[in-house]
């Protein structure tokens, strides 16, 4: 018999950033009543599984949470996360063929520093799975593509210098919308030049173009990458209805580019049309992922025809697509001296604002370009709320298969830090060892964690 | 204060009769083709001496709507169905006549598609047609708004004046339009049956004087009047397990975390007590391969039992889940378990020299004496008990949760005592509670449990009620009832407050004169509805019952003669 589709359903219907927000409890209360009158947890081909907490580890092997983990997550962000790994579980297993986390809350803006909520969200819930399914199933090359209408920013983040996730993002142009970012020129840094691609999309884009997309550079480059495992970033606010984004996909559009894209799991990010949008994207998607019919799954106000795309528009997000897929094609003979210039680190600058929080983030980010691995990472973070003292830190990430040379340095960084007096928090974050260590100046002490 | 409780199973209908907390007497006798004999017969045996007019309550418990509905000795239904967009229309398949008519409605309960009427009345008149009789119509959401369903209804009513028509609204109001069509098909198609079994039942009493409320077990462990029981058929199915397992609990001290193991003839049925209260499965009832509404208590049947037959194939003894006959020790054709446990001295049942005939059989070829392979095959069955119950646990930790404090709760428990009841008991349960690292109970009065079960059933009434503030009404579940609600400022206590009327009213109307004092809030959950960061409605969904339990624990009062 054919494997099953595995869902968790999470919609914490108890959680909510605030009572008007739209991350509230009411978020998948009607898709919840779509999908539970139509029966699709009694389907042969769906298992329903139940979710789990993730360990504050999980969280510790991707991120930097200041000042540490707990302060950042609510048991609802473990959850989802936790949701997550169940079903990366049991796809790696083979007991499920694909798994979709219909969970809340939302992961792709968090980087990989944590000062606060950005973008709604606290933890990167793919970046969290894919860390633990390199480190616990040993799985080597990870596709993320992120079909939210929001640049996946905070996944671009945490993987830009990693060659072996590869991140495609393709989303509503950062000039209109937030966070602002996401454009055809962020191509991954020099330890990883065209793992990172973007597809920035003008206003009014829809399903037509969202093919082309798929076709032309998500299909082909997922082919010649050949990953171990495909995760989609599942955000639904790329919908005509969506009051955030100002897309015109369609339920069906969404379901044709899941059964293209054929991903191991996808993880639900955004999406805030709940009524006229979610429940019919989320059944679509749920069907699509099981190989089922979902040409019934019609929104009510849709009719085939509603929607014709702006030739220009469309035409633009064309010559996008076949420039990254130049780019992609070359990427391994491209001057990497030339775009990043010469010496043993690069260094990117960054301003990160925090919109749920309030919360300015100063960030200097070295990676070091080693020949013999992907080079460890050096970060330099102040973060800073209304009149409150910034807080600053230096983090340190060792890379899974780091070399005994950026072992070395790496640790070296690590120890100096802590003897400084400008740093609040010194952070390890080793990979390789799968070792967390979180060093607090003014008590003096030192926490770790060990999966 | 004499209670009685009947079982009417497939094979042996049970009764016994309570006087404060002590079994007085029980009976068993066989099942008859004529309902109403078996019933005086066991009645008889029970109250020997007894005054009818000195009974208090008489509850039954039966696998008579089970049986109907896996023989499929039912009348045909036939399904109006309004589905509208969502799944792909293919998935509709019961085995039956089935017309689709186009129209829909929304998880709101607004209108998104109108009823088609001229595809409504070419519906009609092929499902006429057909020739059936017994006709279910059901929409999707139709909880939420039920006009389309009541108006297919009336329709097929004023064409069809003999059509006996049922409303899925009105049969369930849980989310979950297969299940709905299902459980309101099989509703449809036993009511008739239904309706004789409840006047046999009342002819049986009053002929012997007893005049006494008599109540029905459903298979969440409540009861029902039985007078009203026949607008709700199919709550009645796998009341059998539910007596088994309330008979267990009122017979074992309160509190405790067991399992029951019901092992019969051919299957073995399993059931968890969690600290002291029976656990109620998070889905519908299956039956028959039909997934219906039907709340019912988390039962597993196993396809083992004391007759299964066991037979050696190549360097291997397997157990299979048929039955050809009693044990060969009871003349049988074929080695079986209950073999076994007699040339192990487990049993006194059947001929001694010919249960060891049949383990020799089974373990000659593989050089095993008559006693190793009698332990091989206990082995077999313990194992393949204890892995089930073992499953059912960790199913149970697994069910889904859908909020915080659900997930944070979840606990894991183990059975601290294996209960035993049914003809096959004795002789495994000591083994498995050994595997299980828990105690061994086989309880007095084991078999005639059920009908202990059964006897100290209470009635159980449950009201889940939905508001809409913005769509301006509200839905009672278990009655199909909406109503207009003009209130924009309808609070929290106000809605609990009418969930609590109406548990109130649907005690009146079952002729519970029980006073709703305790009103237990399962769920109580606000959305605030916010359109462009105003708040523009609540929706409330507040979930409330009556105590669950039984009327007392055997021998916790009294001595038991
Ligand atoms: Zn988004
Ligand atoms: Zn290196």
Redesign the pocket.
């Known amino acids: 018999m054919e494997k099953k589709t595995g869902l968790i359903f999470f919609p914490a219907f108890d959680w909510a950033i605030s009572p008007t927000h739209p991350e509230r409890e009411e978020r998948l209360l009607y898709t919840r009543d779509q999908i539970f009158e139509e029966g699709v947890m009694d389907l042969p081909q769906i298992r329903e599984y139940a979710p789990r907490l993730a360990s504050l580890h999980d969280i510790a092997r991707v991120h930097f949470c200041v000042p540490r983990v707990q302060s950042q997550v609510t048991e609802a962000h473990l959850i989802a996360a936790g949701s997550a790994l169940q079903l990366g579980d049991a796809v790696v297993s083979g007991d499920i063929k694909n798994g979709f986390a219909m969970v809340r809350p939302p992961g792709h803006h968090a980087m990989r520093t944590v000062h606060g909520n950005r973008g709604f969200c606290n933890i990167n819930n793919e970046a969290v799975l894919v860390d633990y399914l390199r480190r616990r199933h040993g799985l080597k090359r990870i596709a993320i593509i992120d079909s939210d209408v929001h640049h996946g920013d905070g996944t671009q983040d945490i993987f830009y210098h990693d060659p072996d996730v590869l991140f495609i993002s393709f989303h509503q142009d950062g000039r209109t919308i937030f966070p602002g970012t996401g454009f055809s020129h962020e191509l991954g840094g020099p330890q990883a030049y065209g793992t990172t691609l973007n597809v920035p999309m003008p206003p009014g884009i829809g399903d037509e173009t969202l093919e082309y997309i798929v076709d032309n550079l998500i299909v082909p480059v997922i082919k010649d990458f050949k990953p171990d495992f495909i995760i989609n970033s599942a955000g639904q606010d790329n919908h005509y209805s969506d009051p955030l984004g100002s897309m015109r996909f369609t339920a069906r559009g969404y379901a044709d580019f899941t059964r293209k894209l054929n991903p191991d799991m996808a993880v639900l990010e955004g999406g805030y049309a709940i009524e006229t949008a979610l429940p019919y994207l989320n059944l679509a998607i749920i069907l699509a992922l099981a190989r089922l019919d979902y040409s019934y799954v019609l929104e009510p106000d849709y009719w085939p025809g509603r929607f014709t795309e702006n030739a220009e528009r469309a035409s633009k997000v064309h010559r996008t697509v076949d420039y990254l897929r130049d780019v992609w094609e070359k990427r391994n003979s491209a001057d990497i001296d030339n775009i990043f210039g010469k010496g043993d680190f690069y260094q990117r600058k960054k301003f990160i604002y925090y919109d749920t929080d309030y919360i300015e983030e100063e960030q200097i980010e070295k990676v ?1 370009k ?7 990472l050096l970060i330099e973070s102040r973060g800073e709320r209304g009149y409150r003292a910034p807080v600053r830190i230096l983090a340190v990430t060792v ?1 899974f298969a ?6 070395q340095e790496a640790y070296d960084a690590y120890h100096q830090a802590k003897k400084k007096e400008q740093y609040d928090y010194v952070y390890m974050q080793d990979k390789s060892l799968d070792t967390c260590l979180n060093y607090e100046r003014d008590k003096n002490h030192e926490w770790s964690t060990e999966g | 204060m004499l209670f009685i409780g009947i079982d009417v199973g497939g094979t042996f209908t049970d009764a016994v009769l309570l006087d404060r907390g002590c079994v007085r007497a029980s009976a068993k006798v066989q099942t008859k083709e004529d309902l109403l004999s078996s019933l005086l017969e066991a009645l008889d045996k029970a109250m020997k001496g007894v005054s009818g007019d000195l009974v208090e309550r008489v509850v039954l418990s039966t696998t008579m709507i089970t049986n109907l509905i896996v023989e499929k000795k039912y009348d045909p239904v036939g399904l109006l169905l309004i589905p509208g967009p969502g799944l792909s229309h293919q998935h509709y398949q019961f085995n039956t006549g089935t017309y689709i008519i186009p129209g829909a409605m929304d998880y709101r309960g607004r209108e998104i598609i109108p009823l088609r009427r001229e595809q409504m009345e070419n519906a009609i008149m092929d499902l006429a047609d057909d020739g059936y009789k017994n006709v279910a119509v059901v929409g999707k959401f139709s909880s939420r708004n039920n006009r389309h369903e009541k108006e297919v209804a009336a329709r097929l009513r004023w064409n069809y004046p003999d059509c006996q028509v049922e409303m899925g609204h009105q049969v369930a109001g849980q989310l979950n339009f297969p299940r709905r069509v299902v459980s309101t098909m099989l509703t449809c198609a036993t009511r008739e049956k239904y309706e004789y079994f409840v006047d046999s039942v009342i002819t049986a009493l009053s002929q012997r004087g007893i005049d006494a409320p008599v109540f029905i077990l459903k298979a969440d462990g409540g009861t029902l009047p039985l007078p009203c029981s026949t607008r709700v058929p199919i709550e009645t199915i796998f009341s059998g397990p539910a007596a088994s397992t309330l008979g267990v609990q009122a017979l074992t001290p309160p509190g405790e975390t067991s399992v029951v193991v019901d092992i019969g003839g051919t299957t073995t049925d399993l059931a968890l007590i969690l600290s002291g209260s029976p656990l109620l499965a998070s889905k519908g009832a299956a039956i028959d391969d039909y997934l219906t509404h039907v709340r019912a208590l988390a039962v597993k049947s196993v396809p083992v039992g004391g007759d299964s037959i066991v037979e050696r194939v190549g360097k291997e003894i397997i157990i299979y889940s048929e039955r050809l006959g009693p044990p060969y020790c009871q003349g049988g054709p074929m080695p079986t378990p209950t073999d076994a446990l007699r040339v192990l001295g487990l049993t006194r049942l059947g001929d001694k020299d010919r249960a060891r005939e049949a383990m020799d059989s089974l373990g000659a070829p593989l050089g095993m004496s008559p006693g190793e392979a009698a332990n091989k095959v206990c082995n077999l069955v313990i194992d393949t008990i204890s892995a089930e119950i073992q499953l059912m646990f960790t199913q149970w930790e697994q069910e889904p949760a859908y909020r915080v404090w659900e997930v944070l709760e979840k606990r894991k428990e183990r059975p601290s005592t294996v209960v035993g009841v049914g003809g096959g008991a004795a002789g495994f349960i000591s083994q498995i509670a050994a595997t299980l690292g828990a105690y061994p109970v086989i309880p007095p009065y084991a078999p005639v449990a059920n009908a202990i079960g059964a006897a100290v059933a209470l009635p159980t009434l449950e009201v889940t009620l939905r508001v809409d503030t913005e769509q301006g009404y509200y839905s009672i579940e278990e009655e199909g009832f909406q109503e207009a609600l003009d209130d924009a400022n309808f609070t929290e206590q106000q809605a609990l407050d009418l969930a609590s009327k109406w548990l109130g009213k649907r005690a009146d109307k079952y002729g519970l004169n029980q006073r709703i004092e305790d009103v237990e809030i399962i769920r109580r959950e606000v959305f605030n509805m916010v359109r462009n960061w105003v708040t523009t409605g609540k929706i409330y969904d507040i979930h409330v019952q009556t105590p669950r339990g039984i009327l007392g624990h055997i021998g916790a009062g009294g001595e038991i003669k």
């Open positions: 070091k080693c020949s013999n691995c992907i080079g460890y890379p780091a070399c005994e040379a950026c072992q």
